[in-house]
Every structure is written in structure tokens, then in C-alpha cells.
């Protein structure tokens, strides 16, 4: 069953100086982000890698999908990038992606830096940054960072929502992002079809 969401773009995001670099997961307009959890580090209670680090079926999926786009696209007109890589929308306003698909004769020749082409489509698993700041917490930041990516150019920006097994999926020139469950097919590009179940119970994945 399907259920649309209504794209938003209201936010709130606190900056507080004191808090260590390291802990800055994205920057907004000049504003950090931090890692979910980064308050446990400040308190001593947690250490930076425990924070950073995913879960094994996050990690589980993101490489799994990956692997499949990079067997059900053309990587000779698409380059896939993974790992959190960067993405450069202007000055002081740099995202991470899980999963991004560019265009390569818009990328050309990697220079080392964050991405500063928009990618075709975006993937994400899970959500890394701290909410607290946002209105409505986790689902204001994923239609807020979703917004940022699309108007930046991107085409597609899907979500992998592991603890209710749902995907939100937001797509430009689309006023409307669908919310569905994570059994169901998604189209990437280029026939290119998601469907999370699918890939994990091919894996023989238990979760």
C-alpha cells in the first residue's frame, strides 16, 4: 500500500560552536549537522566510531545494492559512489549519500574532492545526522535533505527505512513523494528496478 507525503520544506538546525568538527556529519547553509548519538560523545558515554559506524543490516544493504545497480546499469555512462561520499551543493553546504549514480561525462575526471555535480538518483539507508533540531525530527529531515538533492538537480532520491521496512521515494518536477513498503518495486533509471525484500531474501539474508 502507497501513501503520499507532501514535500516541506520548514526547518530548524542548531549550530553550537563548542561541538567538536568531527562531529559534523553534513553542513546546511553554513549550519552543522551532527551524527545521530553525538551527545553520547560529548558525555563520555560513547566514542566517535561507534556513532559513525552503521549497522549490520545498513551495511548489509547498502553494499547488496550497490552491487545490484552495478550489475543492472550501463557503468559505462554511470559511475556509482558509495561509502558517505560527498556531495557539494555551494559553498557551506556539503551533503553525504550512501549510494549516489552521476552521469560520468557530467562528473569527468575525479579530482579527489566531493562531488559537485548532482547525482542522477541518490540512495540512503537509514538516517545518520541528529534530528532533534528538525520540527518533526526524522521525516523533516528526510523530506528537507530529499528537497536540497532534487533542487540541486538530482532526479530520484530513495530511502531504505530499516526499522518498519518502508521506502520514501521523492522525485523532481513530482510535487507529491510516495511512502510504500520496502517489498514493492521502485524504478531507478534506465530499467533499472529496485526492491530491497527481493534482494536481501535472494542473499539469503536473515534479518
Request: charged share 30%; aromatic share 8%.
Amino acid at each position: 500500500m502507497e501513501a503520499t507525503v507532501k514535500k516541506k520544506r520548514r526547518r530548524r538546525v542548531i549550530a553550537t560552536p563548542d561541538i567538536p568538527q568531527s562531529l559534523v556529519y553534513e553542513i546546511w547553509n553554513g549550519k552543522p549537522i551532527y551524527y545521530k548519538g553525538y551527545r553520547d560523545v560529548l558525555a563520555g558515554s560513547k566514542t566517535p566510531q561507534e556513532i559513525m559506524s552503521c549497522s549490520d543490516l545498513q551495511g548489509a544493504i547498502v553494499y547488496i545494492v550497490g552491487l545490484y545497480i552495478g550489475n543492472n546499469i550501463n557503468r559505462k555512462k554511470y559511475l556509482i559512489s558509495s561509502n558517505e561520499s560527498g556531495l557539494h551543493l555551494a559553498v557551506n553546504d556539503n551533503l553525504g549519500n550512501d549510494i549516489a549514480i552521476f552521469d560520468k561525462a557530467q562528473v569527468g575526471k575525479l579530482k579527489g574532492k566531493y562531488f559537485d555535480v548532482p547525482p542522477r538518483v541518490v540512495i540512503e539507508v537509514d538516517i545518520k545526522a541528529d534530528v532533534s533540531g528538525f520540527l518533526n525530527e526524522e521525516l523533516e529531515y528526510i523530506i528537507a535533505k530529499s528537497q536540497k538533492m532534487l533542487d540541486f538537480g538530482t532526479d530520484k532520491v530513495v530511502w531504505i527505512l530499516t526499522a518498519n521496512r518502508k521506502i520514501y521515494v521523492a522525485t523532481r518536477n513530482e510535487k507529491q513523494a510516495i511512502i510504500t513498503d520496502w517489498d514493492e518495486d521502485i524504478l531507478l533509471l534506465d530499467g533499472c528496478v529496485l526492491n530491497v525484500k527481493r534482494l536481501l531474501d535472494d542473499e539469503e539474508i536473515a534479518y
